[in-house]
Each structure stands twice: as C-alpha cells, then as structure tokens.
C-alpha cells in the first residue's frame, strides 16, 4: 500500500489516496496520516466508503471527538452523537425552510474557524459528504500559515502578543441576524491570540475569523478594520481553493492554521447533505464532553432553535 499525497496548492492543502480508511488502520498508517494532515493542514479524501459510524470511528485517530451541539429534548437526524447535521435538510430529510437554519448557513459562508468563539478551540473537522448539489456546494479553504509568514514584518510586530474576543453571536450578526451590540455582549465568547503556534507544524498562524469581534485593549474601532485587514489577507486568492464534493468525498481542515467557508448553491433548491465531526485541540485541557451544547444553553438562546421572538425578529430583518 502507497499513500499518495497531491498537493493543491504548493504549500497548503492535498488530496490524499492509496489508502482505504473504512478499515481498521495500523499505528504506523494512523501516525502518518496524522502527519499528512499537519502538514498540509486540509486533506481530501474520495470514495471513501465510510458510513456514520466509520466517520466517527476514523475521526478519532486524531484525538478527542466532541459530542455535536443538541437542543434537549429534540430529536436528531444523526444517528451519532458525535455527528453534527451540516446538511440544508429538516428532520424529515426534506430542504428546509427555517430562517434559522438558512441564516446559519449565510453565517457559515463567511471565512471563519469553527467554534474560535469556545474558550477549549476545536481542531480537526471532518466533513463528510452524502448528498451534493449538482452543480457548486463547495467549500473554500484559506492557509492562515502561509498567510502569516508573508505579512511584512511590521504587521508581524503590531500583532505579537495582541489577543481577540471570538463570539458566535458577532458572526451571526454578521451573517444578517437582528444581534444588537449589548445583546452579544451578555453572551459567553471567548478570548484568544491573534497570532499562535500551530502545534503539529511548529509554524506560526494568524487566529482570526468571522466569529472575531474586538481587539483586547484596542479601540473598537480599530481592532474591527484590524480583524477585516487580516481576515482579507489570509483569503488571498494565492492562500485559497475550493473542494467540490461527490457522495462518499470527505475533507479534514484543522481549524488551528487554516479558515474555511461554505461556497455558494441554491439551498433552497437543491439538497446538500454534509455531516461533520470535531476532534478538539489536542494541547486543552480536558472539558466536560458537552460544552458547546452548554454554550447555548448558558446564553439563553439557541441559534438551532429560535424561540418564537427570535424566529419573528429574524424574518423582520430578512
Ligand atoms: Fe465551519
């Protein structure tokens, strides 16, 4: 058995085949893939044969998979719990029609790092696919690596040992939900540097995002053009590419040194059933296994179900 590695671009991104990863895997094939993906930061697998559980099962040779986020006492289309439902359906399968849900998908067509807003950061994604639309539904990559090594050495300087609050709030009121300022403010976020140590590569990478709202100690201001400036230098057109999917294709983006958006497709035309699940940063301390759920829960809100005042406001602003 040859595993192949294909880059995408010269420094970031590959297609990774010559391996079958529905079966069990040795420690040496496990370690080596798990050195592939630090190295190229998002790697591509086609056909991979895997169903839920295989996903889950393959997810966890890079560590700790968190529990998928779940509002108490609603059913799930997933058949793990490990599995978040990524995809345009409802719990019927057919294309849904809740605002809510449509906003979060406008939310996730912005660049961001899933869950920089948790104070514990998640690292690798594991994004499966099971249904495509027919044409589009990618979803674009950026190199937050490659990005920091190319910043002038003055913006290097300005940046060291700044730190940014992250809130799911702010990229939602980004995406066109009606969030006021002080309504973000009394929810949970999250601070962390803007610029880190990417552990599985030893490079550093620039941390910020959609979910980024403030610089620590910066005015307002400043800090908001600060994060749009770095934001739009690390999805240069030289640090990005898009992976078109067929059922059965899976990407692995590490959040740590890489940011990501849905691409563009008709959702309310065209399914697109995508599955996903998260393994945590590998350098946090351990945490309850549920805290992203307890996230919402804690901000009296949850995006996965609106209350009845927020479904109204939300249709107020579309
Ligand atoms: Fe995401």
Not at 27 to 44: F, H, K, L, M
Not at 102 to 130: E, I, P, T, Y
Not at 142 to 170: C, I, N, V
Not at 176 to 187: L, Q, S, V
Request: aromatic share 8%; hydrophobic share 35%.
């Amino acid at each position: 058995m040859t595993i192949r590695v294909s880059p995408i671009l010269p420094g970031f991104g590959a297609e990774v085949s010559g391996i079958d990863i529905a079966r069990p895997l040795d420690e040496a094939t496990r370690r080596r893939i798990a050195a592939i993906q630090d190295r190229w930061g998002v790697t591509v697998w086609r056909d991979t044969g895997l169903d839920d559980a295989g996903h889950v099962a393959f997810s966890r040779l890079f560590g700790r998979v968190e529990l998928a986020p779940r509002h108490t006492g609603k059913p799930s289309r997933m058949s793990e719990p490990e599995l978040f439902d990524a995809s345009n359906l409802d719990l019927e399968g057919n294309i849904a029609t809740n605002e809510s849900i449509r906003l979060g998908a406008k939310g996730n067509r912005l660049w961001h790092s899933d869950s920089s807003f948790m104070r514990v950061r998640s690292a690798q994604a594991l994004l499966l696919c099971h249904e495509a639309p027919p044409h589009g539904g990618p979803t674009w990559f950026a190199d937050t690596r490659g990005a920091y090594d190319d910043l002038p050495q003055s913006m290097k300087d300005r940046l060291e040992g700044l730190r940014a609050t992250h809130s799911y709030f702010w990229s939602r009121r980004r995406a066109g939900y009606p969030y006021t300022e002080d309504e973000i403010d009394a929810k949970p976020q999250a601070a962390h540097p803007l610029v880190h140590v990417h552990a599985g590569s030893g490079r550093k990478a620039l941390f910020v995002g959609a979910h980024t709202r403030d610089i620590v100690g910066m005015d307002r201001a400043d800090g908001r053009a600060l994060i749009d400036e770095l934001i739009a230098w690390c999805t240069r057109p030289e640090y990005t590419f898009a992976v078109h999917y067929k059922p059965g294709d899976m990407t692995i983006w590490d959040n740590l040194c890489s940011l990501h958006r849905g691409g563009e497709y008709d959702d309310s035309l065209f399914r697109r059933d995508m599955r996903r699940t998260t393994v945590r940063d590998p350098q946090a301390p351990p945490a309850e296994p549920d805290h992203f759920t307890r996230m919402f829960a804690d901000a009296g809100d949850t995006p996965f179900s609106p209350t009845e005042t927020t479904r109204e406001r939300v249709m107020a602003a579309s």
